[in-house]
């Protein structure tokens, strides 16, 4: 079975500093998808970052960018300049390309301190 | 564009209690979904569908049960509530089977007493 592990439950940064996510994954499929997702306390899901697996390039979406390494099977999510909306919970997850079924990390929370 | 909309977004039940949690989504997605989240253990899936009249069971599927009559609409009904049940309830819709993500709701939270 495919799962996801976010080793880091609670994490806090600065503001202005930088921040990483960690997210480790399993799987034996080789073409899959991963995905950062943040919840604030609206509880919203909010799609952060996507990373298709066969680009070797790492995604970079404004302030956010990950860290990418397929035989380590990790995936990790950069915050530069935290900002205090960045307060939030933050959710690994991946999907494979024949399967339906999205899989979720169990998630880190992310305080930004003024 | 409304996106995925749930309704209610709270809701008390008592043991053995039934009641069905609505799902909506305005954006023709063939693939629509129920995940449950708790404490800890991030987002897991109920049941989901892969279009209208096509329905499967996810990773925790016991307790509840689905149907997808029509692309828009996914409800998940609660057939006799238990504590173990009180959790954040989501619906997520997607096109090309996830690939880009999925689109979710706001979120139902769900308690059993």
């Known amino acids: 079975a495919q799962t996801v592990t976010q080793s880091q439950p609670e994490m806090s940064v600065q503001e202005a500093e930088t921040v990483t996510l960690s997210c480790t994954y399993d799987?034996?499929?080789?073409?899959?998808?991963l995905f950062w997702y943040k919840q604030p306390p609206s509880r919203q899901m909010i799609l952060v970052i996507r990373?298709?697996?066969?680009?070797?390039q790492n995604a970079t979406e404004n302030r956010f960018s990950v860290n990418f390494q397929k035989a380590a099977k990790s995936f990790s999510l950069k915050i530069s300049d935290s900002q205090l909306g960045d307060t939030a919970m933050y959710f690994c997850?991946?999907?494979?390309?024949?399967?339906?079924?999205?899989?979720f990390g169990a998630g880190t929370r992310l305080t930004v301190k003024p | 564009n409304a996106g995925v909309t749930q309704t209610p977004k709270f809701q008390v039940l008592k043991t053995g209690q039934s009641m069905t949690l609505q799902c909506a989504q305005d954006?023709?997605?063939?693939?629509m979904s129920w995940y449950r989240q708790d404490p800890g253990m991030g987002l897991r899936l109920i049941h989901y569908?892969?279009?209208?009249?096509?329905?499967d069971q996810g990773e925790v599927p016991n307790g509840y049960n689905v149907s997808r009559s029509t692309t828009e609409d996914f409800p998940l009904r609660l057939l006799s509530a238990a504590p173990s049940q009180t959790s954040v309830y989501f619906c997520?819709?997607?096109?090309?089977?996830?690939?880009?993500?999925?689109?979710f709701g706001s979120g139902t939270r769900l308690t059993v007493v």
């Open positions: 990373q298709e697996a066969y680009k070797q």
């Open positions: 569908s892969v279009g209208a009249g096509i329905t």
């Open positions: 954006m023709n997605h063939e693939y």
């Open positions: 997520a819709s997607s096109s090309n089977r996830g690939h880009y993500g999925y689109t």
């Open positions: 799987t034996s499929e080789n073409n899959y998808y």
């Open positions: 997850a991946f999907i494979d390309y024949n399967n339906n079924d999205m899989r």
